[in-house]
């Protein structure tokens, strides 16, 4: 029995909004120890029988979790193997001048963050920017910025790439295929995937970066290109990918686990540590395993127990339901608030917790009003993604670039980032926003 559930009855709906709100007010207060807040936050939800303590293992959703971690592991020594830097440089030897070496950057970087993490790409290609900046003594600011905010837009691309799309993928049933073209449960015909839509999205906005470096015709050239160190990572980086597609295509009638994503993610992972340890090279898997976010790791398992206890004492119903008060009912109308709301949040607060608290209330509204719940699903996610573009502390790849910055002694206010971000968010933001309502207002 719960130590202190005599003292809250059973009505646990009160208790539940106020621990709620007390938790996410101090994840915002207290970035640095989000963590510990939200496990802490998930203990006082057992103890005070708002979710049954049976229910605690079942409330973590360990696919996700695996499949962070493994893929944590793999990008960490993908990019210790220097492999993202030569293609780097291959870009920038092709650049005939400043604005399409910076450009070619920002692009590069968004392919790469489709399937490695926004943070470390960041890290992997913008010191690349300031390198080149330092040659021809102009501000690496608007590169930097390019290469974040571009880094960002593209998490949304793919299962891997970044955490709300895997979260997404946990919530909604959904494989790596499933990002490219999606068929939903019932449903005659394919439909395309968050991929394509990002895509658009991101050519859409590229449009305001070359209007931004529109007059940075110094030309480049590259004096020396970097050496891969190992080949191993890369064939391990791509073996997850291949691994994941080929798992979302086995039938349905093999009944493989739920956690079998994240098996291929830390089972890869894993091969790639022992052939490591094989070659004696025991350092390179020390430093997989100290760069891995454990403390993002800690956040999400917290999230996943009091999203539980919220959704138990009746907490999503009701915010569903004041959606679905505020729309009138009209599904465009709840489409467009949820998108443009999760832009606006998601501006200054960080997106997973959002994610992780929205997908439950969406799944309920689009049950409730019978509404196609696809368009909502990537509706909420464009909305959030793309949203963390809008400001220098929307969203960690923007903050990773200018930390970089810093350290080079460029302090950047926030309007010097937010006169390239607010029309490349924009933009972005516009063309999902449409081709999201077009594909899926129709479907699933």
């Known amino acids: 029995m719960p130590f202190f559930s005599n003292l809250i009855g059973e009505n646990t709906l009160l208790p539940a909004v106020v621990l709620f709100a007390l938790t996410y007010v101090g994840m915002l207060v207290f970035a640095k120890a989000r963590a510990y807040i939200a496990l802490g936050s998930a203990a006082l939800f057992v103890l005070l029988g708002i979710l049954p303590w049976r229910e605690l293992p079942g409330a973590v959703n360990w696919n996700v979790l695996m499949m962070i971690a493994g893929t944590m592991g793999t990008v960490s ?67 930097i910025i390019g290469i974040a905010i571009a880094s960002n837009l593209q998490g949304a691309a793919t299962l891997v790439g970044d955490t709300t799309s895997i979260l997404l993928a946990g919530e909604a ?7 490219f073209f999606f068929r939903p449960p019932g ?8 991929f394509w839509i990002v895509q658009v999205s991101f050519l859409a906005a590229t449009a305001i970066l070359f209007y931004v470096f529109r007059k940075d015709k110094q030309p480049i050239r590259l004096e020396e290109t970097t050496a891969v160190k190992d ?42 540590a022992l052939i490591y340890l094989l070659r004696k090279e025991t350092s390179a898997v020390k430093t997989a395993f ?85 368009v909502l699903y990537f509706g909420l996610l464009s909305g959030a993604t793309l949203g963390g573009n809008l400001t220098p502390i929307g969203a960690s790849a923007n903050i990773a670039g200018l930390g970089i910055l810093r350290k080079e002694g460029h302090n950047v206010k926030a309007w010097d980032f937010m006169k390239i971000s607010i029309p490349y968010t924009l933009t972005a933001v516009l063309a999902g926003y449409a081709l999201v309502w077009v594909c899926w207002s129709h479907m699933g």
Request: net charge neutral; glycine share 8%; charged share 10%.
């Open 187 to 194: 449903a005659r015909h394919l439909g395309i995937g968050m």
């Open 77 to 143: 020594l993908f990019i210790e193997s220097r492999m993202p830097a030569k293609m780097a440089d291959w870009l920038i030897g092709r650049s005939p001048n400043l604005k399409w070496a910076v450009i070619w950057l920002s692009v590069f970087a968004g392919v790469i963050s489709a399937f490695v993490d926004n943070v470390a790409t960041v890290l992997m290609v913008a010191p690349v920017a300031v390198d080149i900046a330092k040659k021809l003594k102009v501000s690496p600011v608007p590169a």
């Open 231 to 272: 080949y191993l990572p890369t064939v391990l980086l791509l073996s997850t990918i291949v691994g994941l597609v080929l798992v979302s295509l086995l039938p349905e009638s093999l009944h493989l686990p739920n956690e079998i994503n994240g098996i291929v993610c830390v089972g890869i992972f894993l091969i790639g």
């Open 173 to 179: 049933n959904l494989n790596f295929a499933d990002f």
């Open 290 to 374: 100290k760069e891995m976010d454990y403390f993002t790791l800690l956040l999400l398992a917290g999230l996943f127990i009091v999203i539980r206890g919220i959704t138990e004492a009746g907490v999503i119903e009701k915010i569903g339901d004041g959606f679905q008060v505020i729309s009138s009912g009209n599904v465009f109308v709840l489409y467009t608030l949820l998108v443009w709301f999760s832009v606006i949040i998601s501006a200054f607060v960080d997106n997973i917790p959002y994610i992780a608290t929205m997908l439950p209330v969406v799944t309920f509204l689009a049950d409730k009003m019978g509404a196609p719940i696809y």
